[in-house]
């Protein structure tokens, strides 16, 4: 049910854009950018929950830290483009990509599960393969808490100014206090949810909590061919128009930029140049499935941090578009987790193997119950052990072992649950075959498990295809 509600989704999406860009024929949708008269007035009425950091407000200390570990992981070669899936097709994405995060967390885009390389979280004992390494996933989880605490002090300036129940100074002072105390408590060392907010703002909190970050690498001058966006005319970009996947609804994004500029890579000065300049890096924003309002284009420098507050991600669309620099870009994000953590997986496979009995004398296996229900739950969590997290972490997975070996004893476990899975399979088809069921059960059992059946085989010829 739920992949053909999604499949419906992205075919309406298409038609949705496939229509916009008849609808344009040549002619392209108007965007400002901030030499524009009338860009601050957009970005007030159409674009407000875009807030936008630049460099000289961050701690220079930060900067240092966190570009240097942009360089040790390019160094250690420790980005990758990822293998993703459009519309049945596989693709190499023009970025170069490394996930790092929560220990035991995943990120899912586009059909691939990203895993974690664990950022050093207290009570943890991670082996990386350099202290350079190590030291780059610390710098990281030092942004992310400096980025919780300035996402939660944006959304609750911006809550105070649209309700207007509490007026200047005073909203300065509760920013303030509350900001102090996730400074006092959300020190780098501590997990952010040890961090006490009154009790409203907890929900800001939450949808501000970030578990992972996105790093993104590109140097467009090696890409031999750069898409050009569609609507607005704005030029190459490195990323389409997009929503963020997979994320805590309502959630904010943060995004820390650092474009390696240099004298070779001159803004250009000359004041006919229409929209933006195509040597300098930009985030474009537009108002999903809208021909009306103009779009932005918002140039980034080296440290800018752009955040996205609230539905700003479902309501609108980004992209990136290239300039000619090579650039880094952390993404910080709160993945829902409800289903991408090894916590969960792992929970999963326990609620399995609880229909699985050995008995005490034979030591053979058998299964407590037929119940077409139970048969259904256990095949699911097999079909879910075996593509979304064997497969996925396999197919790309050695990767992660340049930084560290962190998954493997997880992954170990897993596979030894799948092998129990695979003979809960056999013992349900041992068990239909017999005669003495009732025969409306065992049909009930026969036709839920089959579907099961022909959905592994097919996700198998898939995965065997790739």
């Known amino acids: 049910g739920g992949t053909m509600k ?15 860009l008849e609808e344009l024929g040549e002619n392209r949708l108007p965007y400002l950018t901030p030499a524009d008269a009338d860009f601050h007035q957009l970005w007030k009425t159409k674009y407000s929950k875009l807030i936008f950091r630049k460099s000289d407000t961050v701690p220079e200390e930060l900067h240092q830290m966190v570009q240097e570990s942009f360089l040790t992981l390019r160094e250690q070669n420790c980005f990758f483009q990822d293998l993703v899936r459009i519309k049945g097709k596989d693709f190499l994405t023009p970025v170069s990509r490394i996930l790092i995060g929560d220990p035991g967390c995943t990120y899912k885009y586009l059909n691939t599960r990203l895993f974690t390389v664990p950022w050093p979280a207290e009570g943890y004992d991670i082996k990386y393969c350099s202290p350079q390494i190590h030291d780059a996933c610390k710098a990281l989880m030092r942004l992310n808490d400096y980025l919780h605490i300035e996402a939660v002090k944006a959304l609750l300036g911006q809550n105070l100014f649209e309700t207007k129940e509490i007026k200047g100074s005073s909203v300065i002072d509760r920013e303030q206090s509350l900001a102090s105390s996730l400074m006092e408590q959300g020190s780098v060392s501590k997990d952010q949810s040890s961090v006490c907010v009154p009790e409203d703002d907890r929900s800001l909190k939450n949808r501000t909590s970030f578990n992972l970050t996105l790093l993104n690498y590109m140097e467009p001058l090696q890409m031999l061919y750069l898409k050009q966006e569609p609507y607005f005319g704005m030029g190459n970009m490195a990323v389409s128009w997009h929503h963020d996947e997979s994320l805590v609804e309502r959630s904010t994004v943060a995004v820390y930029s650092y474009s390696c500029e240099d004298s070779a890579v001159q803004e250009s000065s000359e004041q006919e140049l229409k929209g933006r300049d195509p040597a300098v890096w930009h985030v474009g924003l537009k108002v999903a499935w809208d021909i009306e309002t103009p779009g932005l284009a918002l140039p980034l420098h080296q440290g800018d941090i752009y955040l996205m507050l609230d539905d700003l991600n479902m309501t609108h669309q980004h992209c990136v578009l290239a300039g000619l620099s090579p650039r880094f870009s952390s993404t910080h994000r709160v993945a829902d987790s409800s289903r991408g953590t090894l916590e969960y997986i792992l929970g999963q496979c326990e609620l399995a193997l609880q229909n699985l009995q050995t008995d005490s004398d034979s030591m053979a296996l058998s299964l407590k119950s037929l119940e077409a229900a139970v048969v259904k739950q256990v095949e699911e969590i097999h079909n879910e052990v075996e593509f979304e997290w064997l497969r996925q972490f396999w197919f790309q997975g050695k990767r992660y072992l340049k930084c560290t070996d962190w998954w493997l004893k997880p992954m170990a476990k897993l596979e030894e649950f799948w092998r ?6 056999s013992l349900v088809l041992s068990e239909v075959r017999k005669e003495q069921q009732i025969e409306k059960q065992r049909n009930e ?16 010829k898939e995965w065997t295809a790739r």
Request: proline share 0%.
């Open 6 to 20: 999604r499949r419906a989704g992205e075919r309406e999406k298409e038609l949705k854009k496939k229509k916009l």
């Open 420 to 425: 129990k899975l695979e003979i809960m399979t």
């Open 445 to 460: 059992t026969i036709s839920c498990f089959l579907l099961l059946l022909k959905e592994r085989q097919k996700l198998r």
